[in-house]
């Protein structure tokens, strides 16, 4: 996974507040993935990105949850309101293209934890 | 929606053993997938399958995408404590936005 860079690490808001994580795909990739990870849990797809489009966005909560992937600059999940039930590790993945056996390759996490 | 059920969901092995984990579906998947997590970090991918029936190895790993392409297997030989961590299969179904559909993982113990 080394290449696809999160920030941050760790990432501590109080109820209420807003949490921005960013992700900056390997170099050459213009399709981004957002995945949330409940603790013992497998990955949960949220939003998936191309350069200033998003494509698919099922997984993603209606209220709250945006995410982009400007131009220029790196990809952003944006939270508002957090709640405690928010508290969990994001993962982005990017990929150089869309097709059949596209693999993606994860970068280390944003770990959000609501107090 | 699509679900991947995984088994089993932790092992605790002597090292040296063999170990096998599998994940099967209701659904088809086009392409079946093999992660491994350690703490703290993100999936690597170990192996990647394409084809049903096609059986892959990659060092001391060895993976196989079913026939009816809803389910694949991992197994991995002569264990090393350095392969303690978290396995994942995960599956792309075609025509879609290529996401991943993951298992909830194997954790895997290996005692020196």
């Known amino acids: 996974n080394a290449g696809v860079m999160q920030n941050p690490r760790h990432l501590v808001r109080r109820r209420g507040q807003e949490a921005r994580l960013r992700c900056s795909p390997m170099k050459g990739h213009s399709h981004v993935y957002w995945y949330r990870q409940l603790p013992e849990e497998g990955l949960k797809f949220m939003v998936y990105l191309q350069k200033e489009n998003i494509i698919d966005e099922s997984g993603m909560p209606k209220e709250r949850f945006s995410a982009e992937f400007p131009k220029e600059g790196p990809s952003i999940l944006r939270i508002q309101q957090v709640v405690r039930g928010d508290s969990a590790a994001y993962f982005c993945?990017?990929?150089?293209?869309?097709?059949?056996?596209?693999?993606?390759?994860f970068g280390q996490g944003t770990r959000l934890t609501v107090v | 929606g699509q679900q991947l059920n995984q088994s089993p969901q932790s092992m605790f092995i002597q090292e040296g053993e063999d170990v096998s984990m599998n994940c099967t579906s209701s659904s088809i998947f086009n392409t079946w997938l093999w992660y491994k997590q350690d703490p703290g970090e993100g999936p690597v991918l170990l192996i990647a399958l394409y084809k049903a029936g096609e059986l892959t190895s990659n060092g001391r790993l060895t993976a196989q995408f079913g026939i009816t392409r809803k389910d694949s297997f991992l197994n991995i030989s002569a264990s090393i404590p350095s392969d303690v961590g978290i396995y994942f299969c995960a599956g792309i179904t075609q025509g879609g936005s290529e996401k991943l559909v993951f298992g909830k993982g194997t954790k895997l113990t290996v005692n020196p």
């Open positions: 993945a990017s990929s150089p293209r869309r097709g059949p056996g596209t693999e993606a390759f």
